[in-house]
């Protein structure tokens, strides 16, 4: 996935819109999620995290002082907390390992609505070959705050509440 600047700084904004949602943040230390979907290869991802992270620190400075939580979702979704410079030099990988397969979006969602609920900001990177298989659950997981928070980020940047209000139509694809 090829991230030019332009795109970086599209992310950031839509991030900043994000963090502008009436209830989301109100100031102080930010806390905020980025998922890496382990489908990737690292040469994949690493050019675009590392221009996201570069856009939103000079961008706004509420990115100074952030809890980064980094969550790799695989067979087993594992998270921890990085630094945010860590994600722009690629230090923050060395543990990760490349798991090619599908994936359930409502078992993400379901799994950072338990415990990253209190992430203002929520990225997934992901390569866009995942699927949802209970549209209701998807939705549910979602509901009510996590769609507001969401930024899915392939071939295109998708807001998680138009991921939400696409999933009856994903849904009836997959099937």
């Not at 609920?117 to 997934?124: E, F, M, N, P």
Request: hydrophobic fraction near 40%; charge should be positive; charged fraction near 25%.
């Amino acid at each position: 996935m090829q991230l030019t600047e332009t795109g970086a700084l599209q992310i950031a904004k839509k991030v900043d819109a994000i963090l502008r949602v009436p209830g989301n943040y109100r100031g102080g230390n930010l806390e905020m999620s980025v998922v890496i979907d382990t489908s990737m290869r690292p040469e994949d991802f690493e050019g675009a995290v590392a221009a996201v992270v570069k856009a939103l620190k000079r961008g706004n400075e509420v990115f100074r002082n952030v809890r980064l939580n980094l969550v790799f979702w695989g067979q087993k979704t594992e998270s921890k907390i990085t630094p945010m410079a860590m994600l722009m030099t690629g230090g923050a990988y060395a543990e990760y390992v490349r798991c090619p397969c599908k994936k359930r979006y409502e078992e993400l969602f379901g799994y950072l609505k338990k415990f990253h609920a209190r992430s203002k900001v929520i990225l997934v990177f992901t390569d866009g070959q995942n699927v949802i298989e209970d549209g209701e659950a998807a939705k549910e997981a979602l509901s009510p705050f996590l769609k507001s928070k969401l930024l899915l980020i392939s071939g295109q940047v998708m807001s998680g509440t138009r991921f939400f209000l696409d999933i009856d139509n994903n849904t009836d694809k997959n099937d």
